[in-house]
């Protein structure tokens, strides 16, 4: 027998909602030219934009890393809806990296369109788990199912009609909805995930991103912004892993009801 919806969840579900309709009626938004034209181009030992190719390794790092301590037991494992959540967050995470380095290797609209899509996979699993952390089980599985469902959508339009605004809203609204949760305690019995932590590492990551020219420029062409927005998005599923890795250990809202 299905319960019904507490006030948390009916407002994740209006969240939902608003964020559908303001993919689908919001004004056409334009990807900014020049997209492609990273700040380092250069060859290592014949492979093209090297460094923005091989940053992308710590995602397949520690996605890999992730699912082996999933297989591992001990206090600090999630169960039921939380451990298949967190296996869809690191396995995402290896296709991020596959898709990314692919993306990198010739930079252009349809590379990007595979990068876009090796994302959505761990967009849904990280979503789902602050979900389930701070709402219900419920909660986590339709916060990932939308994500797995309308994340190929987004791509799509894009690709199709050069509209990024769903993907934008995919991304953006799905960073704004984890800074909401990271606002509320823990659910009971949850893992207690330290989103906050998982939020910096994704400003940061952005900051880079943004800053990729700048930085090449600061370091005097050693590194660009855009090589190190790979490895600072990589590490936001660090404090993940050394919650996993670390075991559940007195943490106090496990065992105390959250307020709908």
């Excluded at 701070?134 to 309308?150: D, N």
């Excluded at 994704?202 to 590194?223: M, P, S, W």
Aim: hydrophobic residues 55%.
């Amino acid at each position: 027998m299905q319960h019904p919806l507490n006030p948390a969840e009916s407002g994740l579900l209006a969240a939902l909602l608003l964020a559908i309709a303001t993919a689908c009626l919001g004004p056409s938004v334009a990807q900014f030219d020049h997209y492609h034209a990273f700040a380092d181009q250069r060859h290592l030992l014949g492979l093209p934009c090297a460094l923005d190719v091989l940053s992308n390794l710590p995602f397949a790092l520690f996605g890999g890393w992730g699912l082996l301590r999933l297989r591992a037991s001990g206090s600090g494992q999630p169960t039921g809806v939380q451990r298949a959540l967190a296996t869809l967050f690191f396995a995402g995470l290896v296709l991020t990296a596959l898709c990314s380095a692919w993306y990198h290797l010739r930079p252009d609209d349809a590379g990007l369109a595979i990068d876009r899509l090796g994302m959505v996979s761990a967009f849904a699993g990280l979503l789902g788990l602050a979900a389930v952390d701070r709402i219900s089980a419920r909660a986590g599985l339709w916060t990932a199912g939308a994500v797995l469902t309308l994340g190929p959508v987004a791509v799509l339009v894009w690709a199709s009609s050069s509209n990024l605004l769903p993907w934008a809203v995919l991304q953006g609204g799905g960073m704004l909805l984890i800074v909401l949760l990271a606002l509320r305690q823990p659910a009971a019995g949850a893992w207690g995930l330290p989103l906050l932590a998982v939020i910096a590492w994704y400003v940061l990551a952005k900051a880079l991103e943004l800053g990729d020219h700048v930085v090449f420029d600061l370091t005097q062409g050693l590194v660009s912004g855009h090589t190190l927005k790979h490895v600072a998005a990589a590490l936001a599923a660090w404090p993940v892993i050394s919650l996993m890795h670390n075991g559940a250990q007195a943490r106090p809202w496990q065992h105390r009801a959250v307020r709908a």
